[in-house]
């Protein structure tokens, strides 16, 4: 199957400071990705769509001046989070869907532990 | 999309055939019923999914019922790297986004 990959897959930050994290299509290309996150015991919640060559789209509750998403390229994603604090601290998941044949099965990153000390 | 409903947790043995259920009455004539699962602190993996038809693949079998309310995914023989929350989930052909409930905790004992 197709490989999305992230880094870091951990991060450990002060307070205030700013932390940028990748998502990357190895072997295929997408205009489109997700961006999770989970909290400990907690199922994935989604975040934010990202969309290659236009603004992400946010889901409610999520504030998109702190959580900033570029899509660089059709295999880059990038997901900041500015002026961390120890509430941000958590599982940060994306992923991409893969169209072939009509499926659209999703391929998931290991993801990244973000803590903010 | 449709809400699922899924046991919190489910216990199996090493070997045995793992039965995880999911209630969807909800459905609509559209949408797909998908699997993933998710060991701890990795990413989802899918594992299969179906829309009418029952579905086997590498990794397991779905089953779904006739009038699509719900459905079973069978691991024919569990081993212990099965152990892992497993999420029904049901979305549109056409809809990327995925929602994800609380799944069922699949514990495989030795």
């Known amino acids: 199957g197709a490989v999305v990959s992230q880094h870091p897959s951990w991060v450990i930050c002060k307070s205030g400071t700013s932390v940028k994290i990748e998502c990357r299509s190895l072997?295929?290309?997408?205009?489109?990705m997700f961006w999770y996150r989970q909290f400990p015991k907690q199922s994935l919640m989604l975040m934010a769509t990202?969309?290659?060559?236009?603004?992400?789209?946010?889901e409610q509750g999520v504030e998109k001046d702190k959580f900033l998403i570029n899509h660089a390229s059709l295999t880059l994603s990038t997901l900041t989070v500015t002026s961390a604090h120890p509430e941000d601290s958590s599982f940060y998941i994306c992923?991409?869907?893969?169209?072939?044949?009509?499926?659209?099965?999703?391929?998931f990153g290991p993801g990244t532990r973000l803590t903010v000390l | 999309d449709a809400k699922t409903t899924q046991p919190p947790s489910m216990d199996c043995a090493e070997g045995r055939a793992a039965n995880l259920p999911c209630n969807h009455s909800t459905i609509s004539g559209n949408e797909y019923v998908y699997w993933y699962r998710q060991i701890h602190s990795q990413g989802p993996q899918y594992i299969i999914h179906?829309?009418?038809n029952n579905e086997t693949n590498e990794m397991a079998s779905l089953i779904i019922t006739e009038d699509r309310k719900s459905s079973t995914l069978i691991l024919p023989h569990a081993t212990l790297r099965d152990t892992a929350v497993y999420y029904c989930?049901?979305?549109?052909?056409?809809?990327?986004?995925?929602?994800f409930g609380k799944g069922t905790l699949l514990t495989v004992n030795p």
């Open positions: 990202s969309n290659e060559g236009s603004k992400a789209t946010y």
């Open positions: 989930i049901v979305k549109g052909g056409s809809n990327y986004k995925l929602t």
């Open positions: 992923s991409a869907p893969g169209d072939w044949g009509g499926d659209n099965e999703q391929f």
């Open positions: 072997d295929f290309q997408a205009t489109t």
């Open positions: 179906g829309l009418k």
